[in-house]
């Protein structure tokens, strides 16, 4: 689309959207959404893989070298260093690192920087496979969280919570994709209306 606002979303698992197609991943609703406004939007380039913890998406960043500004810039990530048990500590220093990249690619403009919270997988049927204790995992996670709220709440960055949906609606299989761990289309699309406030403040300034 020529002359369309670029997007750029970095990420794991659920940045990528594993499970759906292309169209149903939360970006991709989003950008579908801001057009639906009227808003020039492109397809949004994804720096993300599954798995990923916040030291490989710094390193996918290297190497994929994304040349800003971009109109948009979203950032998700901590949930695999919750699940491989990594310090909290950890998390927040390369969080701040990564917040402070996705600013410098959104042309140094904080309010261009949306923040998506870490779900809460503790509940799912994946979860309960691996006899995973739920409130563990909940604890952690809301510490993870707190720790990337406080850190964008410093930087002016907006902190879209959608954490409690992910538990709220945990039993639901429509809003599981087939593994029975990560979001479905459906579950995405709540995730791009949180969204998309903040997104439509940062290309309306």
Sequence with gaps: ???????????????????????GRWPAQLAALLRDEGIAMGTPDYIATTGW????????????????????VSLGIGVNNQYRGWPLDTYRAEFAALLGQAIAFAGGQPSRVVVVSIPDWGRTPFARQQGRDAGVVAREIDAFNAAAADICAQAGVAFVEITEASRAQAEDIAMLADDGLHPSAAMYAHWARQALPPARRALSA
């Design 1 to 23: 689309m020529s002359g369309a606002a670029r997007f750029l979303a970095l990420g794991d698992s659920y940045t990528i959207g594993e499970g759906v197609a292309e169209d």
């Design 53 to 72: 913890t916040t030291d490989e998406l710094r390193a996918g960043i290297a190497a994929a070298a994304p040349v800003g500004p971009y109109a948009l």
